[in-house]
């Protein structure tokens, strides 16, 4: 129902896209955040953007470097990742939350996607 993609390989100090769509079912009312695992590492917060679009919450890690958006008509969420570092490389998952909250905790996401890999060289 989510279907992350756009991850790949990238240089230090490079950028990146990753998309989250959704399929078979309409995410309507839901905030939709991001999220990353990095190997033997626990799942880490990224980014969540509400339902409008207009609030959006990041983490620390990520701040100043990262922007979430979103559209609604195509049921589709985006990442834009700048300034990538070593350290950004994980799996990307993106999530969804029913209530519409900007929440950086897992266990309020009610759906989640595969995930898209990201590895950026140094």
């Avoid at 896209?17 to 955040?33: D, E, I, K, L, P």
Wanted: net charge positive; charged share 20%; with cysteine.
């Amino acid at each position: 129902q989510l279907q992350a993609s756009g991850g790949g390989l990238v240089q230090a100090g490079g950028s990146l896209r990753v998309s989250c769509a959704a399929s078979g079912r309409t995410f309507n009312g839901y905030s939709m955040g991001w999220f990353r695992q990095a190997p033997g590492k626990e799942r880490e917060f990224v980014a969540v953007i509400s339902w409008s679009g207009i609030r959006a919450l990041y983490g620390d890690s990520v701040k100043g470097r990262f922007t979430i958006s979103k559209d609604n008509a195509k049921n589709t969420v985006f990442l834009e990742m700048n300034s990538l570092k070593p350290e950004d490389t994980a799996v990307y998952y993106c999530a969804a939350d029913r209530r519409n909250w900007l929440t950086l905790d897992i266990s309020n996401y009610d759906y989640w996607g595969q995930g898209t890999e990201v590895t950026v060289s140094s």
